[in-house]
């Protein structure tokens, strides 16, 4: 059986997702390849014993060593937003296939570059759009594909977290921006602009506020990825705590509201989208990943109403992988569920999606909102493509 061999960047949040999905990826579908987890890479000192304890081969702290070695056929970057750009570049050259979170890098023309590089180099990329893997969203794609909305009329989207409402949390990289490059408005809204785009379509124009609630908080003396234990120093938030905006939408009478906070008191991770049609309407929260709500106009008047669907059946896309219906799936095996499209995107030769291409449509919007909030005025997604 051939083999891909992954090089994993990053060991903390992102590094403990992408790992379980390349564990369990054979567990649960048939690639007709062998995935290898080759070698995991970060800074931190403690990387060689989470490699051993993870079941990765080996460990590097250097990320050029990983990029460069033949024993690498796909590197995967799940470090902080800063370094994304300068690994996905040299990645490309060195010919490697490339997978990479979200916000795909710091600005425009980094993307730019990341885009450049990849089908330059005519390797499979992909961008960790993880929402786009869960079956109910999945489910929801299909339903408007074929019709049962009809005409959309409003597309609403709303990921609300609430771990900044604790003024002494610390100033980890996520509240700076040369490391995030955003604050919640790349760190959440960029699902939220994908799931839009994803379901609906292309973002013409946006009008968008933002606010930073606490401007100075104490600088950590531990952090493990969403963990963090403040010191005595502190340090300037220069990144938004929120930022909503409405938008149009290309060639489309469709209207577009999205909110994203991380001062959502109460929520750990909302990400809900409503969508409203001429003949139905859509509802889904992540905080019930496993529903979907739908109604539909076709129904009798005596049955009007949401109906509550059960994303658990072998028909629902991704499920007949899993478990007996009504056995429920976790955020977790979304990851699953993506790297069963990527390593299929690289055994078959073929695009994987998302790609970078929809990681830089995505930043287009994203600069867009920031250039708003700060003009205090409608501008336009600059679309230009490369």
């Known amino acids: ?15 403990r997702a992408h790992t379980h999905a390349y564990t369990d990826l054979p567990i649960f579908f048939k690639t007709d390849v062998k995935v290898v987890k080759k070698i995991l890479c970060a800074t931190s000192e403690d990387v060689a014993e989470v490699a051993e304890r993870w079941g990765w081969e080996r460990s590097s702290r250097n990320w050029r060593e990983v990029v460069e070695s033949d024993e690498i056929d796909a590197v995967d970057i799940s470090a902080p937003s800063a370094i994304h750009a300068e690994v996905a570049v040299y990645a490309a050259r060195a ?18 570059r990341m885009v450049a590089a990849a089908e330059q180099a005519r390797i499979v990329n992909m961008i960790g759009f993880n929402y786009r893997f869960v ?14 909305l009809g005409e959309i009329y409003h597309f609403r ?3 609300q977290q609430g771990w900044l409402t604790d003024p002494n949390y610390p100033l980890v990289w996520r509240l700076q921006k040369s490391a995030a490059g955003y604050g919640s408005l790349g760190d959440l809204g960029a699902h939220v602009i994908d799931l839009a785009r994803y379901l609906v379509g292309e973002i013409d124009e946006v009008c968008a506020i933002s606010r930073t609630f606490v401007t100075e908080r104490p600088k950590p003396a531990y952090v493990d990825g969403l963990v963090a234990v403040p010191g005595t120093e502190r340090g300037r938030v220069d990144v938004d705590d929120a930022t909503g905006f409405i938008a149009s939408f290309r060639n489309k009478n469709t209207m577009g509201y999205f909110e994203m906070t991380r001062y959502g008191t109460g929520h750990c991770n909302q990400n ?9 309407s859509l509802i889904f929260d992540m905080e019930q990943m496993n529903e979907l709500l739908f109604y539909s106009k076709s129904d009798t008047v005596r049955t009007h109403g949401f109906r509550r669907i059960q994303v ?26 993506q790297a069963y499209e990527f390593i299929s995107a690289i055994r078959e030769g073929r695009k994987a999606s998302p790609d970078f291409r929809d990681g830089l449509i995505c930043q287009q919007v994203l600069d867009a909102a920031a250039e708003s909030a700060e003009k205090k005025k409608w501008v336009k997604v600059n679309s230009e493509v490369i």
Not at 95 to 112: I, Q, R, S, T
Not at 272 to 280: F, H, L, M, T, V
Not at 314 to 337: L, R, S
């Open 1 to 15: 059986m051939p083999e891909i061999r992954i090089g994993l960047i990053g060991h903390k949040f992102m590094g």
């Open 312 to 337: 658990g059946e072998g028909v629902h896309p991704y499920m007949a992988n899993w478990w007996p219906a009504g056995h429920v799936i976790g955020y977790g095996d979304t990851f699953v569920n």
């Open 135 to 148: 079956p109910a969203v999945a489910l929801a794609k299909q339903l408007i594909d074929e019709g049962e």
């Open 272 to 280: 809900r989208i409503e969508i409203n049609g001429s003949r139905g």
């Open 95 to 112: 010919g490697k296939h490339v997978f990479c979170e979200k916000p795909l890098a710091l600005n425009v023309n980094d993307a730019k």
């Open 157 to 159: 989207g709303i990921y």
